[in-house]
């Protein structure tokens, strides 16, 4: 089945810097991947996501790349800001899927220190 | 628009007891998926129905769990003989049919149950 990596596991940035959070994913059939943001106590939320017809997509200060041939993608944001700290997951949906099961990464906290 | 709807917010059973997680899912939504999230850790697929059908239940533990979303009213994940490694948050979401192959989910806040 579908197995998705994600790294780093904690990034902590200045604010105004850029973050990047990666992810690589197994099975080739898989055709969209959203990001999700998890606030302390909170349900995720999404913030961006791609399809696989795709190569990358922004949204003001987020933008998603994704290689298909190297089954990553990764998530930018840049002139990060203290309220972007939380829990950042990646997800992709599996090609045999019967209809929006996502399988996530494991998370990457982001901390943004003023 | 209501979102996706989850009670009880926090519940605590004792080993052995049962435990039941309501979802009720945002407005003209007919799949609902439940996650499970351990402390620090993300989030594990478990099951996904339809109304009165469940689709996929590879996550499913073989025992003790079960989930339903009957005709009417909410879903329902139903922990039986609880343990202590049951302590997690469960998190149920929702897609709308006509976008079910999408892979959008929406999430609720979560029931966090602790097992004394």
């Known amino acids: 089945g579908e197995n998705v990596e994600q790294h780093p596991s904690t990034l902590s940035v200045q604010e105004g810097d850029s973050a990047v959070i990666k992810c690589t994913y197994s099975?080739?059939?898989?055709?969209?991947f959203p990001w999700y943001k998890q606030e302390l106590g909170k349900g995720p939320q999404l913030i961006i996501d791609?399809?696989?017809?795709?190569g990358e997509k922004k949204d003001q200060r987020i933008a998603v790349t994704l290689n298909k041939t190297a089954k990553h993608f990764s998530l930018h944001i840049t002139e990060t800001q203290p309220e972007d700290s939380a829990v950042y997951f990646c997800a992709a949906s599996p090609g045999y899927n019967q209809g929006g099961k996502l399988i996530f990464g494991q998370g990457t906290e982001l901390s943004v220190k003023p | 628009n209501a979102g996706v709807m989850q009670n009880p917010r926090h519940l605590v059973r004792r080993r052995g007891q049962e435990a039941r997680l309501r979802c009720s899912p945002m407005k003209g939504h007919s799949h609902v998926y439940w996650y499970r999230q351990l402390p620090e850790e993300g989030l594990k697929f478990m099951v996904y129905?339809?109304?009165?059908?469940?689709?996929?239940e590879s996550g499913m533990p073989k025992e003790r769990f079960s989930a339903e979303f009957p005709k009417e009213g909410p879903s329902i994940l139903r922990i039986q003989q609880v343990v202590r490694g049951d302590s997690a948050a469960y998190f149920c979401?929702?897609?709308?049919?006509?976008?079910?192959?999408?892979?959008?989910?929406?999430f609720g806040e979560g029931s966090r149950l602790t097992v004394l």
């Open positions: 099975d080739s059939a898989s055709n969209y």
């Open positions: 129905l339809q109304k009165e059908n469940i689709i996929d």
């Open positions: 979401a929702s897609s709308p049919l006509a976008r079910k192959n999408t892979g959008e989910l929406f």
């Open positions: 791609i399809r696989s017809n795709v």
